[in-house]
């Protein structure tokens, strides 16, 4: 089954049967489609402060069933205080998404230099996991996947990073991800699914070719 990206919050029942896997993330809310994903990583907001705005006075029961999408490197929302307020507002699963999987080369090695990148990621996930969260793990390829795995990621969602609007280029990048995933799987256990990122419209068979499921951006 596909799992669906919402900003929105609606219930089970206004949703029908297209309820599906959802994961909520309201930090994309407001912002252009191809750019929200790399707008929610960047301090033009609080993403983390949005999610907790969105939750607060929802009703007992609302996140049943619900990820909710955590910018797990956030600098200022110490983990352990942070998971506390998510749980007494009635989340038990968590993702790291936004997620700066998304950026690789220069940009991605300097957010690793200053300690923001895939690495503490996985140590919010793993204290997530350690405090009886349900955790789904984004990743950009199989060694940060099996890490994520190894924290308590149940679930691991391969991100295919940016789109370049290079048709040779995004098709690589694609394959690329299609093999990622193809590793996991054979680690095992768990599901592995993809990201159909911005801009891999036109890769959608090859990035589904080997996953479990497809993680779908907000329609």
Request: charge should be negative; hydrophobic fraction near 50%; aromatic fraction near 6%.
């Amino acid at each position: 089954m596909d799992a669906q990206i919402i900003p929105i919050l609606r219930t089970v029942a206004e949703l029908g049967a297209t309820a599906g896997d959802r994961l909520f993330c309201p930090a994309l809310g407001g912002h252009p489609e191809d750019r929200a994903e790399y707008l929610a990583l960047l301090p033009v907001q609080d993403s983390n402060g949005r999610l907790l705005d969105a939750l607060a006075g929802m009703p007992d029961g609302h996140m049943d069933g619900v990820c909710a999408g955590v910018f797990a490197v956030d600098p200022f929302r110490p983990a352990g205080p942070f998971l506390a307020t998510l749980r007494r507002a009635g989340v038990r699963a968590v993702a790291n998404f936004p997620t700066t999987a998304v950026f690789d080369g220069e940009t991605g090695e300097t957010l690793r230099a200053v300690g923001l990148g895939p690495e503490r990621e996985a140590a919010f996930l793993e204290q997530a996991a350690r405090a009886g969260f349900a955790v789904t793990g984004f990743a950009a390829d199989r060694e940060v996947g099996r890490r994520l795995r190894a924290a308590g990621a149940a679930r691991i969602v391969v991100h295919p990073g940016a789109a370049t609007g290079d048709a040779a280029r995004d098709a690589e990048a694609a394959a690329q991800a299609a093999a990622e995933v193809a590793a996991l799987r054979r680690d095992g256990p768990g599901p592995v699914f993809v990201h159909l990122a911005t801009g891999f419209a036109a890769h959608r068979a090859v990035l589904e070719s080997e996953a479990d499921g497809l993680v779908l951006l907000p329609a």
